[in-house]
């Protein structure tokens, strides 16, 4: 099977990046972004982000996960402790996030490492998920290789009844990750494929450095 994708083009113009134009801070900058997708109704959700980690195979390995929270210490998700990703950031927490919203023409990519929150953090998040949600933690073995779907259904069905009127805790292997940027580069598509690109790199904790990258 082949299929020749040469003949796909795009021209960015709906935007530009500028140096003058971006506060000193690359948090300050997302938070610009972000509310900006959220308002433009043009990205189904905007909270949807790549992170991509080192496997214990050696390979890496991207997948879809969402942003709950971000702050001026960085950006946090949940997950199994115990699946691919949890077992390949204890081995080596250096990962890699990225947004890519192309209503707007717009990717970011950041660079950093990842820490476990504390436990009553990921306890106050789980509590507020949808009971669902939260019997899906306890069903799925994450990554694991299992049967059939019946299988994952049946075990739902089984915790559904064990906590009919019984209060869900969250299981010791699931929580949250704490990712602090190392860098924060900003992506704006341009004509002819000059885009925008300004990175972001720390000088001490509170201050960065702006620069400028060839498309």
């Given at each position: 099977m082949q299929k020749d994708l040469g003949t796909y083009r795009k021209s960015y113009e709906k935007s530009a990046l500028l140096e003058a134009d971006v506060a000193d801070n690359p948090m300050e900058l997302f938070e610009q972004w972000f509310k900006e997708t959220e308002q433009s109704k043009l990205v189904e959700e905007p909270n949807a982000m790549t992170i991509a980690t080192i496997g214990l195979d050696g390979y890496p390995k991207s997948r879809v996960v969402l942003l709950k929270e971000f702050s001026e210490t960085g950006f946090v998700?949940?997950?199994n402790y115990h699946?691919?990703?949890?077992?390949?950031?204890?081995?080596n927490p250096q990962v890699c996030l990225s947004f890519f919203w192309p209503g707007l023409e717009r990717q970011i990519i950041i660079k950093g490492n990842a820490e476990k929150l504390d436990q009553n953090t990921s306890d106050?998040?789980?509590n507020s998920r949808p009971k669902g949600s939260q019997l899906g933690a306890l069903a799925s073995k994450q990554s694991t290789?299992?049967?059939s779907r019946d299988f994952l259904e049946d075990k739902l069905h089984s915790l559904e009844e064990v906590y009919e009127t019984k209060k869900i805790r969250r299981p010791e292997n699931w929580g949250g990750y704490l990712i602090k940027p190392q860098s924060v580069e900003f992506w704006q598509g341009r004509p002819n494929r000059?885009?925008?690109?300004?990175l972001y790199t720390p000088?001490?904790?509170?201050?960065w450095q702006k620069d400028r990258l060839a498309p």
């Open positions: 998700f949940y997950t699946s691919e990703k949890g077992k390949a950031l204890a081995e106050a998040y789980f290789v299992i049967p000059l885009h925008d690109r300004i000088i001490t904790n509170k201050s």
